[in-house]
């Protein structure tokens, strides 16, 4: 079993919608959870951190961690064409300074 | 705003040819890393640094690789001979003491295409 599942999509919404992106995870050593965004060509940016269970929100992103379930999900509201971009997630252990492992990514796409 | 610069942004080189890569971390920060994407795939931990030496390492960091910080703003990666499989996009990553861990900032990449 891989350590962390990611759906590669692609996923096409159209401008306006609201989008969800998952990712699995098998080892429950891994206790923070990233969602990094990375444009054709660029290093991946960090968009959302977290470290525990329940919700967090920053303006249109919302991110959800079940560390019961080993599941992590990106919802993005009122997407528009400018979130196109391959969504990762990533995860670490404890450690300060610990490896992160990432999802393959989702290739999300937003028409107008 | 501060960010992380990698040169070349671009190499290309024939198998068996050693090649570094070069990374200027944010100015601050103590925790400098490699990841590697290959083309289509994920991306992968190589190595991470903290204090001048090698904090951890991934199965992929053989002794054909290493990484030195060889003055108070460099960070650099060697791949003493490269192969084909080599051929990869190289990030750089950083981050700070009061960074939590996770919140790494990426460089743009340096491209390396094994001939």
């Known amino acids: 079993q891989k350590e962390v599942e990611q759906d590669p999509g692609p996923l096409s919404v159209p401008e306006g919608a609201i989008v969800s992106l998952n990712c699995t995870y098998s080892?429950?050593?891994?206790?923070?959870f990233m969602w990094y965004r990375q444009y054709s060509r660029k290093g991946p940016e960090l968009l959302m951190y977290t470290y525990s269970s329940g919700n967090k929100e920053d303006g249109r992103f919302t991110a959800q961690v079940d560390k019961s379930s080993k599941y992590i999900s990106l919802f993005i509201r009122d997407s528009q064409p400018s979130d196109s971009a391959t969504y990762l997630c990533a995860l670490a252990r404890a450690q300060a300074g610990t490896a992160l492992i990432f999802g393959k990514g989702t290739t999300l796409s937003v028409s107008s | 705003e501060p960010e992380v610069t990698q040169t070349p942004s671009h190499q290309v080189t024939q198998m068996g040819q050693e090649v570094i890569l070069r990374c200027v971390p944010i100015?601050?920060?103590?925790?400098f890393y490699w990841y590697r994407q290959i083309l289509g795939q994920k991306v992968e931990f190589l190595v991470s640094?903290?204090?001048?030496?090698?904090?951890?390492k991934s199965e992929i960091f053989d002794d054909q690789f290493s990484v030195e910080r060889p003055d108070g703003s460099n960070f650099t990666l060697k791949i003493r001979s490269t192969k084909l499989e080599d051929s990869a996009m190289y990030f750089c990553a950083s981050r700070g003491t009061s960074g939590n861990t996770g919140e790494l900032f990426f460089g743009e990449g340096s491209r390396l295409t094994v001939l």
């Open positions: 640094f903290y204090n001048n030496e090698i904090s951890e």
């Open positions: 100015s601050n920060h103590l925790y």
């Open positions: 080892n429950s050593a891994f206790q923070y």
